[in-house]
């Protein structure tokens, strides 16, 4: 959630080389976009973590004929799947996460967003500090965590999260950028096994989650679809909507927001009331920038809403994590 506030002062304090072409693309919307500094902030302290980390994860023997058989089926390759990942390294990239929001803060800068776990009380009574505590305790299971993640089980961890006293939205968004690089491993395996496969939905074939959001890439204007999650890209129909399947050109509407209209617009179906973003990228976007570009057009969003449209949000759902490797 965020939330409106006036005029009230952040900054972040980075250690980040200004070369880092995350960084540079952040500070340029800080610069252009002063609505986003306080969300560009955060993103310049993460994303740079979550690009280069190095998580141990399992090859996960696929054939081709099987991956053309699940997605024939409508399912993700991911799906059904026994995953393995090093739990103990994911929960020290939570920790590292959790520690590099802790160094959001204040100065005379204006901006309009406020953090959800952002307060003027002191950083140990933060909700992102009670989290960084819990994993640093390992009073938070870890392992239990990642399996309903993975299951896009978010009511499962209620208890867990009430008896703790964590912000459940936070934890969230911190465990899935802490599962990205695994992802991210696995979709660059799976890249091959999908190609020339018929896929037209707006969910990831590899993870299952939801497009972040489309690209018209090269002189052909193709339209790729692409996940803000394993960053996998796939093509979609150009007259169609990705979410319903309508093809009716009289209620699929194009919206662009002032002079971007050759950069950026929306797909918004007037039959499900659903909507993607869509920017214009001659080459594919780097997966680590993905969140980036998300961050860029969310303009959109706020367009889309105001006229009715919602996005279709769901978190990936593939399988579930052995304890350990």
């Given amino acids: ?35 986003l500094i306080e969300l560009a902030c955060v993103y310049e302290a993460i994303l740079p973590i ?54 959001v803060r204040g100065n005379d800068q204006p901006f309009m967003f406020r953090l959800p776990w952002f307060s003027s009380a002191p950083a140990s009574d933060s909700a992102v500090h009670r989290i960084r505590r819990s994993l640093e305790q390992n009073t938070l299971n870890v392992g239990e ?39 991210r491993v696995w979709s660059r395996q799976f890249a091959s096994l999908g190609a020339g ?28 679809a692409r996940c803000g999650s394993c960053g996998s890209d796939w093509t979609l129909p150009r007259l169609q909507c990705a979410l319903c399947g309508n093809t009716d050109y009289r209620t699929v509407t194009h919206v662009y927001a002032g002079d971007k209209r050759e950069r950026m617009h929306l797909e918004a179906c007037d039959k499900c009331r659903g909507y993607l973003k869509v920017i214009a990228a001659f080459s594919p976007t780097p997966a680590e920038m993905l969140a980036v570009e998300d961050l860029a057009t969310l303009h959109l ?17 593939y399988s579930t994590f052995p304890i350990g490797q």
């Avoid at 972040?12 to 609505?35: F, G, K, N, Y």
């Avoid at 008896?163 to 969230?172: A, K, M, V, W």
């Fill in 301 to 317: 969003d706020y367009i889309a809403q105001e006229r009715g449209y919602r996005a279709k949000l769901r978190p990936p759902s």
């Fill in 145 to 183: 965590l990642l399996v309903h993640t993975a299951g896009g089980d978010d009511s499962a961890i209620r208890s867990e999260v009430s008896r703790l006293d964590l912000d459940r939205d936070l934890l969230r968004t911190i465990t899935q950028h802490a599962l990205k690089p695994a992802l």
């Fill in 50 to 103: 979550v690009r280069d980390a190095d998580l141990p994860v399992s090859e996960i023997p696929l054939s081709r004929e099987q991956a053309l058989e699940k997605m024939a089926n409508g399912l993700p390759l991911l799906s059904g799947v026994d995953l393995a990942v090093d739990v103990d390294a994911v929960r020290q990239l939570m920790i590292k996460l959790a520690g590099a929001m802790e160094n």
């Fill in 197 to 224: 496969a018929t896929w037209t939905k707006d969910l990831c074939f590899v993870c299952g989650a939801n497009a972040a959001l489309a690209e018209l890439q090269g002189n052909d204007q193709e339209k790729h």
């Fill in 1 to 35: 959630m965020i939330n409106t506030v006036s005029k009230m002062p952040l900054y972040l304090t980075m250690t980040s080389a200004v070369h880092d072409p995350i960084v540079l693309r952040l500070r340029e919307l800080r610069h252009q976009r002063p609505e």
